[in-house]
């Protein structure tokens, strides 16, 4: 879906305006963020990128879900700031563990994967266990 013109007070991208073409209220649809980019991924998948506010904005799937009955709607989101990164659907999305860096977020389908890179960061064995991993890193940005 292309926006031609803004629709709402917040700009052409805003998710709001999404809510409001669907024949939603914004108010009444938790739809805080922007559409930031989208590709058809498939003939049975279109992927939308947004830039929300403190999640997934789950006003923006109810009214696709609600409007377009035969639509499933998958998301992953994440929040490196406050360690949110969780998806519905691990199928679509299968990486389970997210190691945010400077560069680039890396992330990894298996704990064993997360492992083996953080150990290969710190330079010592690692137990594959989240609690090991954030120590791990914690003592070696502390030298």
């Not at 938790?30 to 590709?39: F, V």
């Not at 003939?43 to 409007?67: C, F, P, S």
């Not at 406050?82 to 945010?100: C, I, K, S």
Request: hydrophobic share 35%; glycine share 8%.
């Amino acid at each position: 879906m292309v926006f031609d013109r803004p629709l709402g007070r917040f700009g052409k991208w805003w998710l709001g305006n999404l809510v409001t073409k669907l024949g939603g209220n914004w108010e009444d649809y938790p739809c805080r963020g922007d559409i930031t980019g989208y590709s058809l991924e498939s003939d049975t998948t279109l992927m939308i990128y947004q830039n929300t506010a403190w999640g997934e904005q789950e006003g923006v799937r109810r009214i696709i879900e609600e409007k377009l009955p035969s639509i499933k709607v998958y998301f992953q989101e994440e929040e490196p700031g406050t360690g949110l990164f969780a998806t519905n659907n691990f199928e679509h999305f299968p990486e389970r563990y997210l190691l945010d860096s400077y560069d680039e977020p890396l992330y990894f389908e298996t704990i064993d994967e997360a492992t083996k890179c953080v150990a290969n960061i710190v330079g010592h064995p690692v137990d594959p266990n989240v609690e090991a991993i954030d120590q791990a890193l914690d003592d070696y940005l502390e030298v």
